[in-house]
């Protein structure tokens, strides 16, 4: 194993890490009695975790670590804490007046991530070699996603954090069509 993969896994590791205490520092909101250093150990962890995303691609290319077992790992990594982080701050409430993600956000997260594995299973059942290639705005939707994410966990602007969710979910359907129609393209035998 590379020790750019050993990075991803790490990711992976702090991910329950993460969950744990996003959990415990909700808990402590509902019961009137906010544990802020939960929140910033949580932001905290939910910080390194993504940046060890661009720190694991980095040595993967500057020192030619790259791997089929990385290539593998890294999207897993970088799905499970995205979705961590959505599910968590929807069902979990940071602050007062349900701060918090929308419930119809999350819907809309994990329903891209569920129709686009759907869609590669479906390209290899009719025995397509599936290469997706990045859409710019899947990056928009992560980043847009992130922010939403960023926004709750930080609590800087006491505006609802449904606004920053609305521009993420505009990105998170856009980003789905896009990835819809170079599925169709492939299942078609028209290469992109």
């Known amino acids: 194993m590379t020790f750019a993969s050993k990075i991803t896994v790490c990711r992976i590791c702090l991910v329950p890490v993460y969950a744990v205490l996003a959990l415990l520092y909700g808990n402590s909101v509902k019961t009137g009695q906010p544990d802020e250093s939960l929140r910033w150990w949580a932001l905290g962890i939910y910080v390194a975790a993504a940046a060890s995303d661009g720190i694991d691609g980095w040595v993967a290319r500057r020192f030619n670590q790259r791997s089929d077992f990385g290539a593998f790992i890294d999207p897993i990594a970088d799905k499970a804490l995205l979705l961590t982080g959505v599910i968590i701050l929807s069902i979990t409430d940071w602050g007062k007046d349900g701060w918090g993600l929308p419930l119809w956000f999350a819907a809309i997260v994990v329903l891209r991530d569920c129709i686009i594995l759907s869609g590669i299973k479906i390209l290899y059942c009719n025995h397509r070699q599936v290469k997706i290639i990045p859409h710019w705005t899947g990056k928009v939707c992560t980043v847009s996603q992130m922010f939403a994410i960023g926004w ?41």
């Open 152 to 192: 709750v966990m930080l609590k800087v602007v006491d505006l609802s954090p449904v606004y920053p969710c609305i521009v993420a979910a505009v990105f998170t359907t856009w980003s789905s069509v896009a990835y819809i129609r170079q599925g169709w393209e492939i299942l078609q035998g028209r290469a992109i």
